[in-house]
């Protein structure tokens, strides 16, 4: 494996983090506050960031280089550390067009939708004209296995009827979403993992109900928000359906790979960034008449916390270097491994920088109870801690089966 950049991966880490100390840090404390009493409104700057990106070239970084002229170039080993740039700054992702969701579901209608379907919804989602939802977990069933899902999607003559309840579905909230993907069942009578299937839906079409925002350790997450949904008889048309009826799992798996990628080289940004504040605050705070660097106990916890960021590091870039080569089935076992270290690892480093800072690691006046929630949350989406250990387990010890 060579974990080399090219001059031009090189560059663009650099691009990018020029763009982000010149434009984007100076407002982070600004767009903190502004997100808390503006509720479900965007930064009145953040447009205009996104036109300055555009313009430099900085835009949809993160589509791997075989989706041809959708593609900036650059393989899933090489928009890593961008992703990584892009962590350690709560809305940079949104700048460059490069967030969660609408990653995924760009990548999920540009592998998988009709020229149709890429017209209507990829091409402004590319442009950044919408937002977007991916709608999956439901709070009836776990939706950790999702054979469980049962939102039905039924077709009657050209059209296809939806109905069922969604929660934490991710951007729901955003006053630009247009659209969401629907994970649900087309055949409940078929072979377990070919019942589900995916769909395209306006998110102004009747029969959708938001019932409620959902709050993350008591945080709306304003303006992108994680909505409760409700859907009774919503129609769309047969044209829809991404790929075809039974197909939800399959691309399910095709979207979850690459995004479980950027992810975790999101929370190895956070965890950088706690690890850089960790250091700055034990150089500069007093305790017991020394400056807290000179205690052999913080001393320690910077050392094991750099090991720690460097390991889970190199593992993702492991991993998105597998993806490039492979493809994301090959590439399951690392995948799972960094979806089980990697957030744990953010929680734990992040947690000793809340804890050198005192009290005010836990205020507003750093980014580290933000960068906890996130990387404690993320132990939980995308499938939780136990799923991955659970299959990564069984496909270890399958390789000794006699």
Request: proline fraction near 5%; hydrophobic fraction near 40%; charge should be neutral.
């Amino acid at each position: 494996m060579n974990f080399e950049y090219t001059q031009e991966t090189t560059d663009l880490i650099e691009r990018v983090d020029q763009f982000m100390k010149k434009h984007l840090f100076p407002h982070e404390n600004k767009v903190n506050e502004f997100c808390k009493n503006n509720l479900w409104e965007n930064y009145p700057e953040m447009e205009h960031w996104k036109k300055l990106a555009k313009s430099e070239g900085l835009w949809n970084l993160f589509l791997p280089k075989g989706y041809g002229n959708l593609s900036p170039g650059l393989s899933n080993l090489e928009y890593a550390p961008l992703a990584e740039k892009m962590g350690s700054l709560a809305y940079a992702s949104e700048v460059f067009n490069c967030s969660a969701p609408d990653t995924g579901n760009m990548e999920t209608i540009a592998k998988y939708g009709t020229e149709e379907q890429k017209e209507k919804w990829l091409k402004p989602l590319m442009n950044g004209e919408i937002r977007s939802a991916f709608l999956m977990t439901e709070p009836a069933v776990a939706s950790s296995d999702a054979t469980n899902i049962e939102t039905s999607i039924e077709r009657d003559g050209d059209e296809y009827v939806i109905n069922g309840r969604k929660w934490w579905s991710s951007g729901a909230m955003n006053p630009h979403c247009k659209v969401y993907i629907i994970m649900g069942k087309t055949d409940f009578s078929a072979p377990k993992h070919q019942q589900q299937s995916m769909i395209l839906v306006p998110a102004n079409t009747p029969g959708i109900k938001i019932l409620r925002p959902m709050e993350v350790f008591g945080n709306v997450d304003s303006p992108e928000g994680h909505a409760e949904i409700e859907l009774i008889n919503v129609r769309v048309p047969v044209s829809n359906i991404l790929l075809g009826e039974g197909r939800g799992f399959e691309i399910a798996q095709g979207r979850l790979g690459p995004g479980r990628i950027h992810h975790c080289m999101r929370l190895i940004g956070a965890a950088q960034r706690a690890l850089d504040l960790m250091c700055i605050r034990s150089n500069q705070r007093t305790a017991f008449g020394r400056n807290l660097i000179k205690f052999s106990s913080i001393r320690q916890e910077i050392a094991k916390s750099e090991c720690e960021i460097q390991q889970a590091r190199l593992l993702t870039l492991a991993a998105a270097d597998k993806i490039d080569r492979f493809g994301a089935k090959e590439a399951k076992n690392l995948i799972a491994m960094i979806k089980i270290t990697v957030p744990q690892m953010a929680c734990t480093v992040i947690d000793r920088a809340i804890q050198i800072h005192g009290g005010m690691g836990v205020s507003q006046d750093t980014p580290l109870a933000k960068f906890y929630v996130y990387a404690r949350t993320v132990r939980l989406a995308d499938g939780p801690d136990e799923v991955h250990m659970f299959q990564l387990g069984r496909n270890l010890a399958k390789e000794y089966e006699s």
